[in-house]
Nanobody, 119 residues
């Protein structure tokens, strides 16, 4: 069974740091772009950061300069280092990845990890 498993969420004071991890497992022939999205209560899910297989990254304006996305050299895990956290960063964070199953690229989501930033 193919899955994305996230970890690293939790409760943090404003100004603090957290690091999220996401690992892909299962019968996967390849892993393309990976990224992090988040969804705050009552809001739509939004893009936080993405990183291509080649390592090119992109960020939402709201997190630029504070968050850093990276992935392992084996390309099968992605991380989100979150510094200078703000209360408005509170959300459920979801890992996303393009996974090659056979001859088809399929978009997968993790189960989500809660991040709460207290003021």
């Amino acid at each position: 069974q193919v899955q994305l498993v996230e970890s690293g969420g939790g409760l943090m004071q404003a100004g603090g740091s957290l690091r999220l991890s996401c690992a892909a497992s299962g019968s996967i022939f390849g892993i393309g772009a990976m990224g992090w999205f988040r969804q705050a209560p009552g809001k739509q899910r939004e893009l936080v950061a993405t990183i291509t297989r080649a390592g090119t990254s992109d960020y939402a304006d709201s997190v630029k300069g504070r968050f850093t996305i990276s992935r392992t050299s084996a390309k099968d895990a992605v991380y989100l280092q979150m510094n200078s956290l703000k209360p408005e960063d509170t959300a459920v964070y979801y890992c996303n990845a393009e996974l090659l199953r056979g001859i088809a690229w399929i978009n997968y989501w993790g189960q989500g990890t809660q991040v709460i930033v207290a003021s």
